[in-house]
C-alpha cells in the first residue's frame, strides 16, 4: 500500500490564494476605473480645456491594457486552481503578456507629464487656473507622471524580455527588482505632491487639526520615502542574484507588506473616520476617487506568506 508524503506540500496555499485576491483586487479597481465614464457626459455638457481633454484621453487609452492585463491574470489564477496547475512554458507567456500591457498603460501618462512641465504662459489659458497654480501641477502631475510614464515601462519592458525558462534568472531578477523599486518610488512622488498641494490650498491646520491626516503624511512624506530607499538599497544589494532560491523573499515580504498597509490605511481612513469637515478636494479626491493603483491595499496578503514562508520551500 503507497504511503503517502507528508512533507508534500499542499496545493492551497496561502501564496497562491493572496495571488488570486490581488488578482480580483487588479481587475475590480481597474474595471471600476474603466467604466466610470462621467467625465464624458462633463465634456459634452460643458467646455473643457485641451489640455485636461487630452490628458484624460490618453489615459483613457491607457487604461484599456491595465484592464485587459487585469482580466488575464485573474482568468489565469482561476485556470489555474481549476486544473491546479500550470506549465512552466504557459505561466512564463502569460506573465509576460501581463507585464507588457501593464507597462502599456503607463506609457500614455507621459503627455499628462508634458503639460505638468510646461510654462505657464503655454497652459493658464487652457487649465483656466491663475498662474500660482504652476507649481502645484508640476509637483503631482508633470514631475510624477513624465517619471513614471519612462521609468516603469522601460523596467517592464525589459523584465518581461528576460522572462524565459530556459534562460538563467539572473536577469529577471535584477529587472524584477528594479521594477519594484520604480513602483516604490513612483508611489511616494505621487502621493507626495498630493499632500505638499493639499498642504498648500488647506493649510498646515488641515493636518494639525486632525491627527489622521498628520499621520497620513508622515506616512506619506517619510515614511514610503524610507521605503523606496531601502528598497533600491535592498535591489542594489540583491541585483546579482542567481536564482529564487538564493533572494531574501522575507525581505522582500516585508516591502510588500509595508506598501499594502500605507494604500490600506488611506482607504480605511476616510471609511472609519471621514466626514465632510475632512474632506479635501485635493488629497482625499486623489486617492479615492482618481488613484488607480488603490489596488494595492491588497498587497500583505502576498506580503505574510513570502515574509514567513521557508527559505528553501
Same mark, same amino acid.
Given at each position: 500500500?503507497?504511503?503517502k508524503?507528508?512533507?508534500?506540500?499542499?496545493?492551497?496555499?496561502?501564496?497562491? &490564494?493572496?495571488?488570486l485576491?490581488?488578482?480580483?483586487?487588479y481587475?475590480?479597481?481597474?474595471? %471600476?476605473?474603466?467604466?466610470?465614464?462621467?467625465?464624458?457626459?462633463?465634456?459634452?455638457?460643458?467646455?473643457?480645456?485641451?489640455?485636461i481633454l487630452?490628458?484624460?484621453?490618453?489615459?483613457?487609452?491607457?487604461?484599456?491594457?491595465?484592464?485587459?492585463?487585469?482580466?488575464?491574470?485573474?482568468?489565469?489564477?482561476?485556470?489555474?486552481?481549476?486544473? @491546479?496547475?500550470?506549465?512552466?512554458?504557459?505561466?512564463?507567456?502569460?506573465? #509576460?503578456?501581463?507585464?507588457?500591457?501593464?507597462a502599456?498603460?503607463w506609457?500614455?501618462?507621459?503627455v499628462?507629464?508634458?503639460?505638468?512641465?510646461?510654462?505657464?504662459?503655454?497652459?493658464? *489659458?487652457?487649465?483656466?487656473?491663475?498662474a500660482?497654480?504652476y507649481?502645484?501641477?508640476?509637483?503631482?502631475?508633470?514631475?510624477?507622471?513624465?517619471?513614471?510614464?519612462?521609468?516603469?515601462?522601460?523596467?517592464?519592458? #525589459?523584465?518581461?524580455?528576460k $522572462?524565459n525558462?530556459?534562460k538563467?534568472?539572473?536577469?529577471?531578477? @535584477?529587472?524584477?527588482? &528594479?521594477?519594484?523599486?520604480s513602483?516604490?518610488f513612483?508611489?511616494?512622488?505621487n502621493?507626495?505632491?498630493?499632500?505638499?498641494?493639499?498642504?498648500?490650498?488647506?493649510?498646515?491646520e488641515?493636518?494639525?487639526?486632525?491627527?489622521?491626516?498628520l499621520?497620513?503624511?508622515?506616512?506619506?512624506?517619510?515614511?514610503?520615502?524610507?521605503l523606496?530607499?531601502?528598497?533600491?538599497?535592498? *535591489? @542594489? @544589494?540583491?541585483?546579482?542574484?542567481? *536564482?529564487?532560491?538564493?533572494?531574501?523573499l522575507? *525581505?522582500?515580504?516585508a516591502?510588500i507588506?509595508?506598501?499594502?498597509?500605507?494604500?490600506?490605511?488611506?482607504?480605511?481612513?476616510?471609511?472609519?473616520?471621514?466626514?465632510?469637515e475632512l474632506?479635501?478636494?485635493?488629497?482625499?479626491a486623489?486617492?479615492?476617487? %482618481?488613484? $488607480?493603483?488603490?489596488?494595492?491595499?491588497?498587497?500583505?496578503?502576498?506580503?505574510?506568506?513570502?515574509?514567513?514562508?521557508l527559505?528553501?520551500?
Open positions: 500500500m503507497p504511503v508524503n507528508m512533507a508534500e506540500p499542499k496545493f492551497y496555499s496561502p501564496l497562491k &490564494i493572496g495571488l485576491i490581488v488578482a480580483i483586487a481587475f475590480l479597481f481597474t474595471f %471600476h476605473a474603466m467604466f466610470t465614464l462621467s467625465w464624458i457626459g462633463e465634456y459634452i455638457a460643458e467646455s473643457v480645456s485641451f489640455w487630452i490628458t484624460d484621453i490618453t489615459a483613457s487609452f491607457g487604461l484599456i491594457f491595465r484592464f485587459i492585463a487585469s482580466i488575464i491574470a485573474v482568468a489565469t489564477m482561476v485556470f489555474y486552481f481549476a486544473k @491546479k496547475g500550470l506549465s512552466e512554458t504557459t505561466t512564463y507567456k502569460v506573465l #509576460k503578456w501581463i507585464l507588457v500591457l501593464e502599456i498603460y506609457v500614455p501618462l507621459i499628462s507629464g508634458v503639460w505638468g512641465v510646461l510654462p505657464v504662459s503655454v497652459t493658464a *489659458t487652457d487649465y483656466a487656473l491663475p500660482q497654480f507649481l502645484p501641477l508640476l509637483i503631482t502631475t508633470g514631475i510624477p507622471c513624465l517619471v513614471s510614464s519612462i521609468a516603469i515601462p522601460i523596467a517592464l519592458f #525589459k523584465l518581461a524580455s $522572462l525558462p530556459n538563467p534568472q539572473k536577469d529577471a531578477i @535584477k529587472w524584477g527588482l &528594479i521594477a519594484g523599486t513602483y516604490v513612483v508611489f511616494w512622488l502621493n507626495t505632491g498630493m499632500w505638499i498641494v493639499t498642504v498648500m490650498a488647506e493649510g498646515t488641515y493636518l494639525t487639526a486632525y491627527p489622521e491626516n499621520l497620513s503624511f508622515a506616512l506619506t512624506t517619510i515614511g514610503l520615502f524610507a523606496a530607499v531601502f528598497t533600491a538599497y535592498f *535591489t @542594489k @544589494k540583491s541585483i546579482g542574484t542567481e *536564482t529564487l532560491e538564493k533572494l531574501k522575507r *525581505t522582500i515580504g516591502i507588506i509595508a506598501l499594502g498597509l500605507y494604500f490600506l490605511w488611506n482607504y480605511l481612513t476616510w471609511i472609519f473616520f471621514g466626514r465632510l474632506w479635501s478636494n485635493w488629497w482625499y486623489w486617492f479615492l476617487g %482618481h488613484n $488607480l493603483d488603490l489596488w494595492a491595499l491588497s498587497l500583505p496578503l502576498v506580503g505574510l506568506p513570502l515574509l514567513f514562508k527559505q528553501t520551500s
